[in-house]
């Protein structure tokens, strides 16, 4: 590898990195301000609108779980991402091995291993490689819906924890 494809490989690192701290720090203020809001519910005081307060804090609720989930499922694809490119290393390696064996067997220096095994050990590796690039863009989709709906709980629980404090202070 030469330097500059060094330097992209070590900012996708970088960026990677950065993205998985910015998941932490909305999980992390959805729960706090959710957190802040339960505490400072006075109870003595009758308040309008609490059904409000209420949907704020499942909304806030639901972004927190949402993120949560988001980053384990973030953290799964990744695996399977790292496990997919070791799958299809070794396929590589096979098909290369194949093709070498296959020459080998045609000039009849070797009879162990018959082109019907070789190509079947090939069309494994490629069911397996197939099945899982489907599921990893099957999780990768499941992890951006989850990420929506940590986003959009978030905002709507800001709004609506926002709307409640605006309401109650109102003469």
């Known amino acids: 590898m030469d330097e500059a494809q060094l330097r992209d490989i070590e900012t996708v690192k970088i960026l990677k990195e950065q993205e998985r701290k910015l998941h932490f720090f909305m999980v992390t203020l959805a729960l706090?301000?959710?957190?802040?809001?339960?505490?400072?519910?006075?109870?003595v005081k009758p308040h309008q609108y609490v059904l409000v307060i209420i949907?704020?804090?499942?909304?806030?609720?639901?972004?927190?779980l949402a993120g949560i989930f988001q980053i384990q499922w973030r953290l799964a694809v990744e695996v399977?991402?790292?496990?997919?490119?070791?799958k299809q290393r070794d396929y590589e390696r096979v098909q290369m091995?194949?093709?070498?064996?296959a020459?080998?067997?045609?000039?009849g220096n070797l009879k162990q291993c018959s082109p019907e095994e070789i190509k079947k050990m090939g069309e494994n590796y490629e069911n397996a490689i197939k099945t899982m690039t489907e599921d990893?863009?099957?999780?990768?989709?499941e992890v951006y819906i989850r990420?929506?709906?940590?986003?959009w709980a978030l905002v709507i629980g800001l709004i609506l924890l926002a709307f409640f404090k605006i309401l109650n202070t109102a003469p």
């Open 55 to 64: 949907l704020s804090w499942l909304s806030l609720l639901v972004s927190t």
């Open 136 to 141: 990893i863009a099957k999780r990768s989709q």
């Open 80 to 86: 399977q991402q790292r496990h997919l490119s070791a």
């Open 32 to 43: 706090g301000v959710l957190s802040f809001s339960i505490q400072m519910f006075d109870t």
């Open 97 to 101: 091995a194949s093709n070498k064996l």
């Open 103 to 107: 020459n080998i067997v045609e000039s």
């Open 147 to 151: 990420a929506k709906i940590h986003e």
